[in-house]
């Protein structure tokens, strides 16, 4: 992903985590969105499962879509990339993913596997001088469940940084998934808009 750098001055966001089911691909999707509001966007698919590639099928993205194979043809075309990179990355497409990016966008959601995947990954992330990635809770229980004020409590006690906003859990992030499109989400909003003031925070 290195090469996407070389042929685009955009802005590059990057989706990575140590395990499946966190709302990964579901978070590209909607961070694209938002950013495609403002400027041309292109998610690049690297997954495996290409679950994106399916989403986007239907024609109703407000995005292009490509694969990983494609998107070094494409990118220069393009004001914003997001890339949804496969799940368990090894530490050689670890250091890719954070060396050609600005920005590594690392969903989880609040629960002991998750938040253990996501400390893995993070050290990981250390141990390579990497600091340029945020923590995105995702798939968080409506209250009265304490379990994501719980986890977020332990990831800051931890010192990870975290998005001010986090995702709740939402039967309709699974419909639009079937429908082929996205749902209004004030929070992806917030954080779409978060990481358009970190990165350019980071690049002056």
Known sequence: MDR???????????????KGGVGKSTSAVHI???????????????????????????????????S???ATMH???YEHIVIDTKARPDP???REIATGCHLLVLPCTPDPLSVDALLA???????????????LMTIVPPRPNRDGAKAREALIEAGLPLFAA?????VGFQRCII???????????DVGTEIEELVHQSTG
């Open 121 to 135: 990954t993070v050290k990981e992330l250390r141990g390579l001088g990497s600091d340029r990635f945020r923590v």
């Open 75 to 77: 990118a220069r075309n």
């Open 32 to 66: 694209a969105a938002h950013l495609a509001k403002s400027a041309k966007t292109l998610l690049v698919d690297g997954d495996p499962n290409r679950s994106v590639t399916r989403w986007a099928s239907q024609g109703r993205l407000p995005f292009t879509v490509v």
């Open 68 to 70: 990983e194979a494609q």
């Open 92 to 94: 050689e497409d670890l």
């Open 4 to 18: 996407l750098i070389e042929y685009s001055c955009a802005m590059i966001i990057t989706m990575a985590s140590f």
């Open 166 to 170: 986090q995702i709740p859990r939402l």
């Open 179 to 189: 429908e082929g499109q996205v749902v209004y989400s004030p929070e992806y909003g």
